[in-house]
């Protein structure tokens, strides 16, 4: 059974930092393409970051030079980065495994993780 775990989130000031951390079990994902999505309340899941398993990035658009994604394939786990934290940063964050299709869509992926409060303060 797979299973992802996902780590790192708090109470951090505006223009603070955060790391994430997802670990999955089950299986290897060294091969797959892992993703970071956020779901703030009242709104849709939104897209944060994905990592191919050759190691390129993809990042939306309002985290783009905020955010940096990584992985540590002998751990199974994927990170992420957050740094210069704003307040609209507020939300849960997920990461899951990719199976087909375009990478910033949810609808691309399976085995998600419970998620992990990430909350913003001014």
């Known amino acids: 059974q797979v299973r992802l775990l996902e780590s790192g989130g708090g109470l951090v000031q505006a223009g603070g930092s955060l790391r994430l951390s997802c670990t999955a079990s089950?299986?290897?994902?060294?091969?797959?393409?892992m993703g970071w999505f956020r779901q703030a309340p009242g709104k849709e899941r939104e897209f944060v970051s994905a990592?191919?398993?050759?190691?390129?990035?993809f990042y939306g658009d309002l985290v783009q030079g905020r955010f940096t994604i990584s992985r540590d394939n002998t751990k199974n786990t994927v990170y992420l980065q957050m740094n210069s934290l704003k307040l609209e940063d507020t939300a849960i964050y997920y990461c899951?495994?990719?199976?087909?299709?375009?990478?910033?869509?949810?609808?691309?992926?399976?085995?998600w993780g419970q998620g992990t409060q990430v909350t913003v303060s001014s």
């Open positions: 899951a495994v990719h199976i087909s299709g375009t990478v910033s869509y949810a609808s691309a992926y399976n085995s």
């Open positions: 089950g299986r290897t994902f060294s091969r797959n393409t």
């Open positions: 990592i191919i398993w050759t190691g390129s990035t």
